[in-house]
């Protein structure tokens, strides 16, 4: 059967209430937003929405006929049964992916993928929560703004920036780099999705090769104009090419999928074909090729560095699979989470979205309006949301991503409720976050890195914050931790809230929100970070202090 990937608007139920109705959307948004729907998957090579067609299947039935006062549970995509909990309760509970301690390796995940008993929920397939490329636009942005703020005295413009990757997350790049000023080199192996970024207006141009692109890229600087290039060509020989030419980048990072050796990053000398064929042929040559790829690939980025350039990992696990392939020194590359955004997250502050259950772009509107009127001083978003307003395209449901703190998401989603309630939106809306949030992400090489403390790997932080977010009345919880080449490397919790305007709405949004971001400003605040500890003050949150209690 031939299936067809459409969102679902209006104000039509389908379901007994509009718990159950959202989380279904959101659950056909991820596949009609998803990079490979037919095989559920929605990005990061395998992150999936269900473990199988059977298994959404059910999902999708379940959430059309379950009472309010059910819960139903879902194991790694495959839902296991409905159990009687009572209004109050999540509608939906997960767990993905979640392997015991010296058991989650790469080796078993795949094994037991094959069988059927596991799938990779990445962090917002698994939980629907995914937004397309959006949901890291402001994220790569901020990112972006940051090191034009420390190194370019304020502004990309006329800087060139180096980047590869152009899939489900990394396609936000170009876009990013625009919005920043800048003259991007997107290079991305597959040309298919060099033309989707073009369709979407997200790439400017594609150039035919390497000398053409560094052409456009030289133009867009002469000129001080914002421009996204893209180029057909493997990373690993793109890369050490512009070393040997001696062109040094101003900026440089990359988002292939380097995390994953067998279904994600593309070595060097292969077509997609030959790599989709060795998957089950040799996968042993075939993560062999990619690990000395990537060895040539993070080489490349480490003589950028040497050579002056600002170069960041953007949360891919390139650097662990190049010291794993024999570069001693791929951590000198800093993480951008440590890197960039730390202070924000010792604030609670990270990236909250809300997705307009109706599919009318006027809902979003409004909401931007509110945001502007609600935190007039807060330079950061105010002029997140005006860029945002006037560049980002509509993917799927529209959807709005910021970067809010505690108390901010509150007053934001209590004023969504009421909007809803007042018949001045369309249709309900509902509220998520990116699992990469201050209490909710414990993954030692990427979030947590570096912790002062040295709590790095401990992962009781995203497990305190799903039962926080249950106990504090969302309406989905879920639970992930790292497949395919991510696993054994994190744990992290997602969370979302349907606002359907009732009174019932307010109360789990004060609780839920308030709840979670407030654990992230503890989880700062415990490991010693003056930012966190002021922000607890400020916020009067009754937090017991750093050190032995
Ligand atoms: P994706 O699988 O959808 O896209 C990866 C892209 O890289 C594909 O288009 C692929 O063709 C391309 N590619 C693979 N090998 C290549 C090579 N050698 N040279 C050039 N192109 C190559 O994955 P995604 O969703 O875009 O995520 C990319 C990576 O970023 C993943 O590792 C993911 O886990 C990570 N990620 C980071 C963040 C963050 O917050 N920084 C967020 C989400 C995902």
Same mark, same amino acid.
């Given at each position: 059967m031939r299936r067809r990937f459409a969102v679902t608007g209006g104000t039509g139920l389908r379901c007994k209430g509009w718990r159950q109705e959202g989380l279904l959307r959101l659950l056909e948004n991820v596949l009609a937003v998803g990079e490979d729907p037919d095989n559920l998957v929605v990005y990061a090579a395998l992150g999936k929405a269900a473990r199988d067609w059977p298994a959404h299947d059910r999902i999708v039935a379940t959430l059309r006929t379950m009472d309010e006062e059910d819960t139903l549970v879902v194991q790694s995509g495959k839902p296991i049964g409905l159990l009687r909990t009572h209004r109050r309760a999540p509608i939906v509970v997960m767990a993905n992916c979640n392997m015991v301690g010296r058991w989650a390796t790469a080796e078993n995940f795949y094994e037991w993928e094959q069988r059927g008993l596991i799938c990779w929920g990445g962090l917002t397939a698994g939980d629907w929560q995914y937004i397309g490329s959006q949901g890291v636009l402001q994220g790569t942005y901020e990112i972006f703004s940051r090191?034009?703020?420390r190194h370019f005295r304020g502004s990309l413009a006329r800087r060139f920036v180096l980047t590869a990757g152009l899939g489900g997350m990394g396609g936000a790049q170009p876009l990013a780099g625009r919005l920043a000023g800048a003259a991007i080199l997107c290079v991305e192996i597959d040309e298919a999705r060099i033309r989707k970024r073009l369709q979407t207006g997200q790439l400017d141009v594609a150039a035919a090769d390497l000398d053409q692109a560094l052409d456009a890229i030289r133009q867009a600087q002469a000129a001080g104009a914002a421009r996204?290039?893209?180029?057909? /060509?493997?990373?690993?020989?793109?890369?050490? $090419? *512009?070393v040997a030419r001696g062109v040094v980048p101003d900026v440089v990072t990359d988002q292939t999928s380097a995390h994953d050796l067998l279904y994600g990053y593309v070595p060097s000398g292969f077509t997609l074909d030959a790599v989709r064929e060795l998957r089950t042929a040799d996968p042993q040559r075939l993560m062999a090729a990619a690990t000395a790829s990537i060895v040539r690939h993070v080489e490349a980025m480490l003589a950028f560095q040497r050579a002056g350039a600002i170069v960041f990992d953007n949360g891919n696990l390139i650097r662990t699979q190049a010291k794993a392939?024999?570069?001693?020194?791929?951590?000198?590359?800093?993480?951008f989470t440590e890197a960039f955004l730390r202070p924000l997250f010792?604030? /609670?502050?990270?990236?909250?979205?809300?997705? $307009? *259950?109706?599919?009318?772009?006027?809902?979003?509107?409004?909401i931007d309006d509110l945001v502007v009127e609600l935190f007039p001083a807060n330079r950061i978003v105010v002029n997140w949301i005006e860029l945002a307003r006037r560049h980002v395209p509509v993917e799927g449901l529209p959807a709005r991503i910021a970067w809010l703190?505690?108390?901010?998401?509150?007053?934001?989603?209590?004023?969504v409720n009421r909007m809803v309630r007042e018949g001045k939106l369309a249709a309900p809306v509902a509220f998520t976050r990116d699992h990469l949030d201050a209490g909710a992400m414990a993954h030692p090489n990427i979030m947590t890195e570096r912790m002062r403390d040295g709590s790095d790997a401990i992962a009781d932080w995203p497990l305190?914050?799903?039962?926080?977010?249950? $106990?504090?009345?969302?309406?989905?919880?879920?639970?992930?931790s790292g497949g395919g080449g991510y696993s054994g490397f994190m744990t992290s919790a997602g969370a979302t809230l349907i606002a359907d305007g009732s009174a019932q709405a307010d109360e789990r949004i004060a609780l839920a929100l308030d709840n979670d971001t407030a654990l992230g400003v503890m989880r700062y605040a415990d490991a010693g970070y003056e930012d966190a500890l002021d922000e607890a003050a400020a916020k009067a949150l009754r937090h017991f202090g750093p050190g032995p209690p």
């Open positions: 090191i034009a703020e996204a290039v893209g180029l057909c /060509g493997n990373a690993a020989d793109v890369y050490p $090419a *512009l392939g024999g570069v001693a020194n791929a951590f000198d590359i800093p993480i010792c604030r /609670g502050i990270g990236p909250f979205r809300w997705i $307009a *259950l109706s599919n009318d772009p006027a809902d979003i509107r409004r703190g505690h108390g901010e998401r509150t007053a934001l989603g209590l004023a305190l914050n799903a039962m926080l977010n249950c $106990a504090s009345q969302a309406d989905l919880v879920a639970i992930h």
